[in-house]
């Protein structure tokens, strides 16, 4: 029933830009928090950013900080991932995701089980 469709990975240069989207359904989506994730080559699932149930407050990785940009169209069931300034090592591959509630600190939620297949990003130098 949960389903994650993410999209716009491809191959850039560094200082290039990419733009992702990801589509879900499932759940009521603006109920949601929602969260953006990637895994590199050889390493296990890191937090890229999060962005609150209307948009109006977002939280970024320190290695993604001032470079990327969340955002959301709660219209669209879809949420964005701008990125700017790509560095090689932010190859990897791009996942979204709802967080679970409970913790007071709302960024700090965890993800869902459910993930969708990614979306690769790839940097060259």
């Known amino acids: 029933q949960v389903q994650l469709v993410e999209s716009g990975g491809g191959l850039v240069q560094a200082g290039g830009s990419l733009r992702l989207s990801c589509a879900a359904s499932?759940?009521?989506?603006?109920?949601?928090?929602m969260a953006w994730y990637r895994q590199a080559p050889g390493k296990g699932r890191e937090f890229v950013a999060a962005?609150?149930?209307?948009?109006?407050?977002?939280y970024y990785s320190d290695s993604v900080k001032g470079r990327f940009t969340i955002s959301r169209d709660n219209a669209q069931n879809t949420v964005y991932l701008q990125m700017n300034g790509l560095k090689p090592e932010d190859t990897a591959i791009y996942y979204c995701?709802?967080?679970?509630?409970?913790?007071?600190?709302?960024?700090?939620?965890?993800?869902?089980?459910?993930w969708g297949q990614g979306t690769q990003v790839t940097v060259s130098s």
């Open positions: 995701n709802y967080l679970r509630t409970g913790s007071i600190i709302w960024y700090r939620n965890t993800p869902y089980d459910n």
């Open positions: 962005i609150s149930r209307t948009g109006g407050s977002t």
């Open positions: 499932g759940r009521t989506f603006r109920n949601y928090d």
